[in-house]
């Protein structure tokens, strides 16, 4: 029986039931037992198969970001914000619910490039017609976030196995990690987070409850370290300067 369609079992057992220690489990099923190589790769499937019909958002989008300027400069060129993008869409759903892997391809893009004019609302467009999930209702596929990044003339180094993320850190220039913000709990958030490096330090931006200007010495580290050491890693992508 694949993942999927266990997790959907134990979905039907937890609505004819008020077994806690079920739900609890259910809570914890995703991050302890299925492997990220498959997760991913099911959340790839389902980018193929998102219908894409929802509002043209480019338009509102793109005024309503003009209004975000002044706070991204006091940023020093980041999004730190996210849950104030609520003037802004992604599908169906509100950015500041579900544009994490947006706001990190822009604050690594801004890292690379050292520029302010980036045009964000068009990489919400480009995601939202090949990359979005459920339209916007479960984020984005952190392959399609690879896949961005490269054709926009980027080399990447992805993977789904934490031996390789310090390797990758110390290669690339800056990198895209996407976790699971509790071991025990899928439901308190699976983001995608933007790391930069500067000066053999490490930077996580966009993350709520973790400083922009905390310095760590790895990607290990920040694993270790960000949600109080409870977050599980999925997914890291490294990006090359162009």
């Known amino acids: 029986m694949s993942p999927m369609k266990i997790i959907f079992l134990f979905y039907m057992i ?9 739900e609890e489990l259910l809570k914890k099923f995703l991050q ?3 492997s990220n190589r498959d997760l991913v790769n099911k959340i790839e499937k389902v980018r193929y198969t998102t219908k894409h019909d929802f509002p043209d958002n480019f338009k509102k989008n793109k005024e309503a970001f003009k209004g975000h300027a002044f706070t991204i400069r006091r940023n020093k060129g980041f999004i730190e914000d996210q849950n104030n993008y609520a003037d802004m869409s992604y599908g169906n759903y509100l950015l500041s619910k579900e544009g994490s892997g947006l706001i990190a391809i822009y604050n690594v893009i801004y890292h690379l490039t050292n520029k302010l004019d980036i045009d964000f609302p068009s990489i919400i467009k480009a995601l939202e017609n090949d990359g979005i999930i459920i339209p916007g209702f479960c984020g984005t596929s ?17 993977s789904y196995e934490k031996s390789d993320y310090d390797k990758i850190g110390e290669a690339t220039d800056a990198s895209i990690l996407t976790i699971f913000n509790d071991i025990n709990d899928y439901t308190k958030g699976v983001p995608f987070i933007a790391i930069t490096k500067t000066n053999g330090k490490y930077y996580v ?3 709520e409850g973790t400083s922009p200007f905390l310095a760590f010495n790895s990607i290990s580290d920040i694993l270790k370290r960000i949600n109080g050491g409870k977050a599980k890693d999925i997914y890291l992508t490294g990006v090359y300067k162009p």
Request: glycine share 0%; aromatic share 12%; charged share 15%.
């Open 142 to 158: 952190m392959i399609a976030v690879d896949d961005y990044l490269k054709s926009q003339n980027y080399r990447t180094w992805s």
């Open 32 to 34: 302890n037992y299925v």
């Open 205 to 207: 931006h966009n993350h």
């Open 14 to 22: 937890i609505s004819s039931s008020k077994c806690l220690n079920m």
